[in-house]
């Protein structure tokens, strides 16, 4: 069965304090790797897409990785605004469903 | 990315009622699709709703329990039926980005309390 797996399930960092969080992944043809960042109240708002193994994606101070098992979200000096549940997905070859992990809380503070 | 809306945000039903979502996109698309996100879990795909043919159910999910329609390409809404406690969660709907891209883009998304 395709799983997929985010660790940690809450994190607290200092500002300025990178780290990395986690989803690692078992699925019959990976079509795409989602990140997502979703906040209280609101809907997933999308981040990237990654689709092979190697490829990487940038925007401001998030930066995410993928291969062939597992992806990572880096994040490089968080400020408070960064706070937020972040949540990966995939989609296999066949369906539309994006099978999403359960997310990782993430605490940044001053 | 498509802009998203969703009626009502939030809502408080009776155990046995039925409550109806509305899904509206500013922009014309060809698969609309409805998550269930329950306390504590990850988004799960309800079901995909194709304009002009019935809708998709994944499994776990009936269409006696989740009537969904699909009338044109900017609308949809989804029916919960015969409410009970456990169908407490956040109903969101989505739609695919345009080209080959394939990330889905989600409206707010609609907190029902079902007592």
């Known amino acids: 069965e395709d799983q997929v797996t985010q660790s940690p399930e809450a994190l607290r960092l200092q500002e300025g304090e990178s780290s990395s969080l986690n989803c690692s992944y078992t699925?019959?043809?990976?079509?795409?790797l989602f990140w997502y960042r979703q906040d209280p109240g609101k809907g997933p708002e999308f981040l990237f897409t990654?689709?092979?193994a190697g490829e990487e994606k940038e925007k401001e101070r998030l930066k995410a990785t993928l291969t062939k098992k597992e992806s990572f979200l880096h994040i490089t000096a968080p400020k408070p605004e960064d706070s937020a549940t972040y949540l990966c997905?995939?989609?296999?070859?066949?369906?539309?469903?994006?099978?999403f992990g359960k997310g990782t809380s993430l605490l940044v503070t001053p | 990315s498509a802009v998203i809306s969703q009626k009502p945000s939030r809502d408080i039903c009776q155990r046995g009622t039925s409550l109806t979502i509305q899904c509206q996109v500013d922009?014309?698309?060809?698969?609309m699709f409805w998550y269930r996100q329950q306390p504590g879990q990850s988004l799960t795909l309800i079901a995909t709703?194709?304009?002009?043919?019935?809708?998709?159910?994944e499994s776990g999910f009936v269409i006696d329990k989740f009537p969904i329609s699909r009338p044109n390409l900017t609308f949809s809404t989804l029916t919960v039926s015969n409410l009970s406690p456990e169908d407490s969660s956040i109903y969101l709907c989505?739609?695919?980005?345009?080209?080959?891209?394939?990330?889905?883009?989600f409206g707010p998304g609609t907190r029902l309390t079902v007592t």
């Open positions: 989505s739609v695919e980005g345009r080209g080959t891209s394939y990330e889905q883009y």
């Open positions: 699925v019959s043809g990976l079509r795409g």
């Open positions: 990654l689709y092979s």
């Open positions: 997905a995939v989609r296999q070859d066949s369906g539309y469903a994006l099978n």
């Open positions: 922009s014309q698309v060809t698969m």
């Open positions: 709703a194709n304009q002009g043919s019935e809708a998709t159910y």
